[in-house]
């Protein structure tokens, strides 16, 4: 039996050497082919890299907003700066409360927002948030939050992609690598906005689907509320308006509105704005430049009210 544990154990880390090797060797020559467990996204269609590049020159600031692609496509830096409020947009592509808690723990102490707009949604706390901590992994330094946030997860893709991403760090792959501001019909604008160029909505209709809150994502969200608290920032939660086709595929909207509301101010703008699919946005989930212009226009009135 001794011989047997020696043995597991002599093979053990040379075992995960070579895991390692065929990750490493599986990013540099075959990442992109489909259906392989490794996705690395440097430079993916949210501009996260360019966002977090930022973020240096942007300490206490007014607002602070966190969240999903409704974030960085909803709330335009320009039009806050306009009214003489400094912005930073952290938010990313589905974007669950798990990476939510990664920027926290990362950035808070650094930026140190007068006010933290966060958008959360049904979908940001259904969400196993793969998809986002992909992005993050990519894109971000790594470090113990990283392994932390992975480890919540545990699936074969994070895993893979955080251990090629280590390598690149490691290596220094990727120490010269910028990212363009425009990538096809999006433009990356300073603060973290991306502005999408005007064009015809896309609906996409949706069965209807009740709201089943991730337990895993919920307990990240108290943990969120816990660092906000204790940072001294000031909280609004918001729902960032959708089309109306897609809002009313969720069921118990006032049930997740009272849960939300529970913690703190929290305001769905579904129900506070009249928008129309076809006039304000570009597709079922995201508002067009007129959206987010009326969006942020009622958002600044609700938080000068607050003052």
Known sequence: MKKFFRSIALFTPFAAAVYVLLVVLTGNFAAGLPGKNLKYRKGSIGFLHSRLQEIDTMKHVDILFLGSSHTYRGFDTRIFSRHGMRTLNLGSSAQSVLQ????????????????IVWEVSPASL????????????SNDRNDLWSFQMAAKQNH????????????????????????????????YIDGGFVQKDPQAYQIIRRVPAEVSINAKQFLSFERCLSLIRASGSRLVMVQAPVARSLYDSYLGHKEFDAQISAYGPYYNFNEILSLHDSTHFYDSDHLNQSGVARFNTALIRILSDRR
């Open 100 to 115: 939510t808690e990664v920027l926290l723990r990362r950035y808070l102490d650094r930026i140190q927002p007068a006010t």
């Open 126 to 137: 259904i969400s196993d948030g793969v998809e986002s901590s992909l992005d993050i992994v």
């Open 156 to 187: 074969i893709t994070v895993y893979n992609t955080l251990i090629y991403s280590l390598y690149l760090d490691v290596f220094r792959q990727n120490a010269a690598f910028t990212e363009d501001r425009r990538k096809a019909d999006d433009l």
